[in-house]
């Protein structure tokens, strides 16, 4: 499984920002998404995790309210949109694969997901 993020940027605080990952499996209905983030010196932090469907989400406490996560089940692709960014946002974001079939425990614990990408830089400016 290959995941490639992209629409990492340098924004002003207060911007928005949308992060798009696509992944190159045959089942990628089938899969828990989440994007986790880690800005230098700091562990990687949850940011958001879908369900298979689209159905249901769940967000870390920093990021509540600004960001949105959605999937595109028949583009591969899962989506963060993030609003009202503040300089703390910014991290390499890294889109994550958990390969359980059609699980439904939307895991913040990194180590929950078996694949993820190169990661895509996010800088806020203040």
Same mark, same amino acid.
């Given at each position: 499984v290959d995941?490639?993020?992209?629409?990492?940027d340098l924004v002003q605080a207060g911007g928005s920002l949308r992060l798009s990952c696509v992944a190159s499996t045959?089942?990628?209905? /089938? @899969?828990?998404? /989440?994007?986790?983030?880690? /800005?230098?010196?700091?562990?990687?932090e949850f940011v958001a995790a879908i369900s298979p469907s689209g159905s249901s989400s769940s967000y870390g406490?920093?990021?509540?309210?600004?960001?949105?996560?959605?999937r595109d089940n028949a583009?591969?692709?899962?989506? #963060?949109q993030m609003n009202s960014l503040k300089p703390e946002d910014t991290a390499i974001y890294y889109c994550e694969l958990d390969s359980t079939y059609y699980s439904? @425990? #939307?895991?913040?614990?990194?180590?929950?997901?078996? @694949?993820?990408?190169?990661?895509?830089?996010?800088?806020?400016?203040?």
């Open positions: 995941l490639v993020e992209s629409g990492g045959r089942s990628f209905e /089938a @899969y828990v998404m /989440a994007w986790f983030r880690q /800005a230098p010196g700091k562990e990687r406490d920093s990021v509540k309210g600004r960001f949105t996560i959605s583009r591969n692709t899962v989506y #963060l439904d @425990y #939307l895991s913040t614990d990194p180590t929950s997901y078996d @694949y993820w990408g190169q990661g895509t830089q996010v800088t806020v400016s203040s």
